[in-house]
């Protein structure tokens, strides 16, 4: 019953013949600001899922979950009183942002060639681990966020297009856990289709 609802509401704020945009992408991420205290290394380990509503022929409203992997480990000197010894301290984080965006494209709506600035705002649910010695710390934490970010997309194929993006994600500060923060470059394909 809510999924024939919520079709039946769609269709009537959205236009007849509007373009969707459905993407997979892999994500690069590198971190940035209170991140960088914990984790310095880039992280390869990244997807994402993006889909989007085109509502005029240079708007798009849609919805984007992504999942980032950081990892790191630094040696640290632990001074127990009696004497100071070297341990491994490892660090992790993941990030599963699921956020609305709204974004503007430049140019025509059928161009081959369509650069975009896009605004995005939801929630993060990040997980903070922290090994060091054998004495293990997790802390889970949903934040709310926001992101900013611009890129384009580029006709490969008839209604396949390549998509670059570089977004920076900001998760504000959320039970004890500093703000944490990162940029991305994404980059993947996505289907452009008439619905």
């Not at 942002?97 to 430049?106: A, E, G, I, M, W």
Request: proline share 3%.
């Amino acid at each position: 019953m809510q999924k024939f609802l919520l079709i039946g509401f769609l269709s009537v704020i959205l236009p007849a013949q509007a373009q969707q945009i459905f993407g997979l992408t892999y994500d690069i991420s590198l971190p940035a600001m209170k991140t960088r205290d914990l984790i310095q290394r880039v992280s390869i380990i990244g997807f994402g899922l993006d889909a989007r509503q085109m509502t005029h022929r240079n708007v798009s409203f849609g919805v984007t979950f992504h999942w980032n992997s950081f990892k790191d480990d630094h040696l640290e000197n632990i001074d127990t009183g009696e004497g100071t010894f070297i341990a491994i301290d490892d660090r992790s984080m993941e990030s599963f942002p699921l956020l609305l965006n709204v974004h503007y494209y430049f140019f025509e709506q059928y161009a081959s060639f369509r650069p975009f600035l896009g605004a995005n705002a939801g929630t993060f649910f990040i997980i903070q681990r922290r090994s060091v010695d054998g004495v293990r710390r997790v802390d889970k934490k949903f934040h709310l966020g926001l992101a900013t970010d611009m890129g384009f997309m580029l006709e490969f194929m008839r209604e396949i297009h390549l998509m670059l993006t570089i977004r920076f994600n900001y998760a504000l500060k959320a039970g004890g856990i500093p703000a944490q923060s990162y940029w991305s470059v994404i980059f993947g394909f996505v289907s452009v289709s008439l619905w």
